[in-house]
């Protein structure tokens, strides 16, 4: 390639990185940022991937403990539970602005639970009685799924979903007929559940 040929050459490179931005040809993440929808709200339960830019020392995978709150390096004792992604990492931020300039935080759900005004519980006779976050459009038929169908002693016609009122109580019972949904396809009894509602399945008498 001649010396004029290689000043073109590099002219269309130079050109090409100043039409991507001159001065900053490697632009910085943005200072925080979540993977899931910013009005997931954190619950006890929930795994938690905090990753600080350029310094690994103060990352850590963990779960969110039973008292709502995590612990990180230089960070101790911070509350998890009841904020977003976004704002729990802007949080960690502004924690660690007293060691580090400029931080860069990232939060990451690993798994997902929720507060309890956002889950979904099985208990009796479920296969796998479980707390199940709640997603838009879940009924019935897909907490059975999840909690893996009904035992062998299981009166599953004797269901009931717990409904809870805005101060916390139960305000509505209403009886599911799940065998009827489960063995016999019975759609009716497909009932869509509510954030905090309780599926209840009794043992059979006999």
């Not at 004792?77 to 976004?86: F, H, L, Q, R, V």
């Not at 016609?157 to 063995?183: F, K, Y």
């Not at 009716?188 to 209840?200: F, H």
């Amino acid at each position: 390639m001649t010396s004029r040929s290689m000043q073109g050459f590099l002219a269309v490179v130079l050109c090409g990185a100043c039409a991507a931005g001159c001065g900053s040809p490697i632009p910085a993440p943005p200072p925080v940022t979540s993977t899931v929808a910013p009005d997931y709200v954190i619950g006890p339960g929930d795994g938690l991937s905090v990753f600080v830019y350029r310094a690994p020392e103060l990352s850590a995978d963990l779960p969110v403990r039973p008292d709502g709150r995590i612990s990180l390096p230089l960070v101790a004792d911070i509350e998890a539970s009841g904020k977003t992604p976004t704002q729990l990492a802007g949080e960690i931020r502004d924690r660690l602005r007293e060691y580090v300039r400029d931080p860069i935080v990232t939060v990451m759900m690993r798994s997902f639970v929720g507060p309890a005004s956002r889950q979904i519980r099985v208990i009796g006779e479920a296969a796998q009685p479980k707390a199940l976050p709640y997603r838009e459009g879940m009924t019935v038929l897909d907490v059975m799924i999840e909690a893996g169908g009904l035992t062998r002693f299981a009166a599953g016609n004797r269901a009931e979903i717990a409904r809870r009122g805005p101060d916390g109580r139960t305000s509505q019972t209403i009886r599911v007929r799940l065998s009827d949904l489960l063995r016999d396809g019975d759609i009716s009894q497909d009932v869509q559940m509510q954030p905090g509602d309780t599926l209840i399945i009794p043992q059979s008498w006999f």
